[in-house]
């Protein structure tokens, strides 16, 4: 009789929690983790219901964005939060902190001098940068700067990109415009019609307080 399926979120990453659904007989007879883990993905061994590779990142992810247990040390903690694009980043502000996820914002606004603008922001690496109390409290707001990983000035058409502590831009490739993060060599695509890419999501933001903002939110895989 195959065994109940374990919980997914108690696993540190995809490998093991398809091993957990291989028992001792099976690894007598396979004698390869690595075929175990393939025959039970594909449904062959384990417990016939077993979760994609995507569908167990998604949920992984989601588990990190609601995680409760916020520390004091975070400018969201205890603030009132009115709008959209607040509350979703105070809800990643923990998990960039600590590195369990590198996020990339989007933003399309206006600046101080009512010049339109928009750049891809290294959520992360602002925060270390940056004072959040000020853009949490409302008496800021994060806006686009020339020193973020892309940016462009619709009204004077002027471009600019910049590699970060966290991600290193690829602006010359045929998709588009690519970032690679320099944890996991990974690659995130910020064309809203193609694939964001492996372990990443690309989240719109109803806000009141931009014309446009996307969270791109990308988990760091692990060496396993």
Known sequence: MAAAAPPALSFRTYEEYLESQLTALDMYYLESEEVGRQLVELGFRGSGNVLQREEFEARALAAELTAVAPQKSLASVGKE??????RALAEREEANCTGKISSIIFIHD???????VSAYIDYAHRLTTDDFEVYFSGKKRLLPRN???????WDRNVSTSN???NYEVIAEDASGLLFKNKSDRKIINVDPKGYP?????????ETDLYFHVVFYDHIIRRGT
Not at 148 to 153: A, G, H, I, R, T
Not at 197 to 205: C, H, I, M, S, Y
Request: no cysteine; glycine share 4%; aromatic share 10%.
């Open 81 to 86: 939060l009115k709008d959209n694009f607040l």
């Open 110 to 116: 206006r600046n101080s001098h009512r010049q339109e």
């Open 147 to 153: 020193t973020d990983l892309s940016f462009y000035n």
């Open 163 to 165: 590699s970060s502590p």
């Open 197 to 205: 890419g492996d372990n990443t999501t690309r989240t719109p933001v």
